[in-house]
């Protein structure tokens, strides 16, 4: 009976060492739910960036072809801000990458209307390209397509026409777009130049 006894008291000390062994594995368990987080800071960026085209382009040398990709980015800030470059890399997203810093480090400012709309009538040109800008009433929107409507949105303009004659290619596009852009003047602007040109008229 001792033995029976002994035997029991051994069973209980043994099923009761995991118990006491469990209470620290669960507090690790739980301190384990509660990483420590550290707080992401949401980066704002300050201009929307918008890929207008990528091309596949290639460069014949001793060894044969080395193929690689262009691309034509256009970015702004929605508020009279834009901008546009363009990339060339072996694989398309450094590309893209090249493209936009090109772009930030080229941006131009565009002085609008009240309506959200080109000042006056205005034609840009670039080698065979020709676009023509048009002001439009409140409501109208963006007329146009393609690389035209990109460089417009992304610059604020709202309302507007316009129509692209000549070459259709995007890069000719967007620099026609923005030699149309810099010609444009604010009434403040045309005021001065009549006022220099009346003085000039009465000397």
Do not use: W
């Not at 201009?47 to 460069?59: F, G, M, T």
């Not at 508020?79 to 990339?87: D, L, Q, R, S, V």
């Not at 409507?149 to 303009?157: P, Q």
Request: glycine share 10%; net charge positive; aromatic share 6%.
């Amino acid at each position: 009976m001792e033995e029976l006894e002994v035997k029991v008291e051994q069973q209980e000390t043994k099923t009761e060492a995991p118990a006491s062994q469990e209470k620290p594995v669960r507090q690790a368990r739980e301190r384990g739910k509660k990483p420590f987080r550290k707080e992401r800071r949401l980066e704002v960026k300050e201009y929307e960036e918008r890929v207008v085209a990528i091309n596949r382009v290639s460069k014949t040398v001793k060894g044969g072809r080395r193929m690689k990709f262009s691309a034509l980015v256009v970015i702004g800030n929605g508020k009279g801000k834009y901008g546009f470059g363009t990339g060339k890399s072996g694989e398309v997203p450094e590309a893209i990458k090249k493209s936009v810093d090109k772009a930030k480090r080229n941006t131009y400012i565009l002085h609008m209307s009240g309506a959200g709309s080109v000042a006056h009538e205005v034609v840009g040109k670039f080698g065979a390209t020709r676009v023509f800008l048009k002001p439009a009433p409140e409501g109208t929107g963006i007329i146009a397509g393609g690389p035209v409507r990109a460089i417009l949105e992304l610059a604020g303009v709202r309302n507007v026409y316009s129509k692209v004659y000549g070459s259709r290619t995007p890069i000719n596009i967007i620099r026609a777009t923005h030699d149309a852009l810099c010609q444009l003047k604010n009434y403040k602007a045309v005021k001065a130049l009549r006022s220099k040109e009346e003085t000039a008229d009465v000397k």
